[in-house]
């Protein structure tokens, strides 16, 4: 059975917001989000990713969206992808096989391979007090609640990202 979503769980959700014009690629969400969940500063086991093109002037933060419908949760083949008590959208690693086809599956760039494990990894909100926001000194992350207000501003921050990477609205 499959679990329900935010949007149709009785308990609190959150979501991360990303505003790309306050972050400054400083990647210190990157090393507070390794030392949270490995215990090393090492930005690529990280569950957000800044990814920098200095020739454009172009700094994207990527972290998982929580999606209403994830297709990341629908491309796993073993349930390794579900709901935990908080409401969060997490990969469970003791059953990841590590196939990749979350990565395929998610149009956002939220999900990634840890290059120590080979299994899957994506943003949790560090079980409800996210390392990323606390390390963010710009505040370009917040964690709102995923009621109508809160995907609103997620989606205007997507909206954002689509504008800088030359996508229409709602393309992928």
């Given at each position: ?11 609190l ?53 929580q ?72 505040d ?33």
């Open positions: 059975m499959k679990a329900e979503s935010p949007a149709e769980s009785p308990l959700k959150s979501i991360l917001v990303i505003d790309i014009n306050k972050c400054t690629g400083c990647r210190n969400c990157e090393l507070a989000c390794s030392v949270a969940h490995t215990k090393s500063f090492n930005p690529s086991r990280s569950r957000i990713q800044i990814l920098k093109n200095e020739d454009q002037n172009m700094i994207l933060p990527m972290v998982c969206l999606c209403e419908e994830p297709l990341c949760e629908q491309a796993c083949p073993n349930g390794a992808i579900s709901y935990n008590e908080k409401g969060t959208l997490y990969v469970s690693s003791k059953v990841c096989i590590g196939c990749m086809n979350c990565v395929t599956a998610c149009t956002f760039g939220g999900i990634e391979i840890d290059p120590m494990t080979l299994k899957a990894i994506k943003c949790d909100l560090c079980w409800g007090d996210p390392a990323c926001v606390k390390a963010c000194e710009y370009a992350i917040s964690m709102v609640e995923a009621e109508r207000d809160g995907l609103a501003e997620r989606n205007k921050g997507v909206d954002v990202v689509n504008q800088t990477l030359g996508l229409k609205t709602g393309e992928v």
